[in-house]
């Protein structure tokens, strides 16, 4: 009896390991290093915050069985990297906010592209942060939703250290050290 208790305890915790590698998602660098910033209104103080802190919360609140941080090593189903973009139009009140999408399959290769788009009639001039993590909180629920449900399942996988391609394939800005700004009269 007790073999069978142990088997069926250790076929459970190999199914919930299953289900929690089926995705990692990669935030790029830029989003936790740079500050993106809105206005709240025509006079206020620019409002400015760290976009990959706010959505890997997200992430990890809304996908929390079939997604985990991108780790070099680790092995998944896909690979999605993530890019967020929020505009706040402060005449009409309304927070915008686009998620651009790519998903990779087991070969390294990328298997689709998408923008997942959302918007909000909010006031951010207090309590900015919450409804940016809002409206994080809903780009995430509409890409569970919509996308990543309807992909295919099979055994195959790909491994984590091709999150570090990732992130050198993004087109780093050329900067001529010889360029003078032009002389305004």
Request: aromatic residues 12%; charged residues 20%; contains cysteine.
């Amino acid at each position: 009896m007790k073999k069978i208790y142990y088997t069926f305890i250790i076929l459970l915790l190999i199914s919930l390991n299953s289900l929690a590698q089926d995705f990692q998602y990669y935030i790029f660098d830029r989003s936790y290093n740079y500050y993106d910033s809105m206005r709240p209104s025509a006079y206020a103080r620019m409002h400015t915050y760290l976009a990959g802190p706010i959505l890997e919360k997200a992430v990890n609140k809304n996908l929390k069985l079939t997604a985990k941080k991108c780790v070099p090593g680790g092995e998944s189903k896909y690979i999605f990297s993530l890019e967020p973009n929020l505009f706040y139009n402060y005449q009409m009140n309304t927070l915008y906010g686009e998620l651009k999408v790519k998903i990779y399959s087991p070969q390294n290769i990328l298997k689709d592209t998408l923008t997942i788009s959302a918007k909000s009639q909010v006031n951010i001039y207090k309590e900015a942060d919450f409804h940016i993590g809002k409206m994080y909180d809903s780009l995430i629920i509409n890409l569970g939703a919509d996308v990543l449900k309807n992909l295919p399942k099979n055994n195959e996988t790909i491994n984590g250290d091709f999150c570090s391609t990732l992130e050198l394939s993004k087109p780093k800005p050329i900067i001529d050290k010889d360029y003078k700004a032009p002389i305004q009269a």
